[in-house]
């Protein structure tokens, strides 16, 4: 599967330690995210991650356009819901993207347990057999 991780400044170290928490499962599946996050996560890890650029310089909507290509199969995206970004008119356009394609979407750390237990028993299996 494919799994895109995007992290707002103040969610990015519990980005990483969900990441390390759950290296197994994230390690047999392909991992892409914004540049920081994904540097981050790289150095605490060892996974291997398809950076691209930072979020604020157009990540997100990269990340955006593999979902409208319906080449991303999970998004865990750890919004700052306390701080607005100047880039938060993309965000929603993102989660709009995964509403369209059935792109399974955690926005904190209490829905992306539930995707990624449901992902390690198979639960998302589905998503291979819509390619």
């Not at 969610?11 to 990483?16: A, I, P, T």
Request: hydrophobic share 40%; with cysteine.
């Amino acid at each position: 599967m494919n799994i895109a991780l995007i992290a707002h400044d103040k969610k990015k170290e519990l980005m990483v330690q969900f990441c390390i928490a759950y290296c197994g499962v994230l390690s047999r599946n392909n991992l892409c995210a914004t540049g920081t996050t994904g540097k981050m996560v790289s150095e605490a890890t060892g996974l291997t991650i398809q950076k691209f650029l930072a979020g604020s310089q157009g990540g997100s909507q990269q990340i955006a356009a593999r979902i409208a290509c319906n080449e991303i199969d999970m998004l865990l995206f750890f919004r700052d819901p306390l701080n607005p970004k100047p880039n938060e008119p993309s965000d929603m356009n993102m989660l709009r993207l995964c509403d369209m394609h059935n792109i399974p979407v955690a926005t904190n750390i209490a829905t992306a347990e539930v995707l990624i237990h449901g992902l390690e028993r198979g639960d998302l299996d589905w998503r291979n057999i819509l390619k």
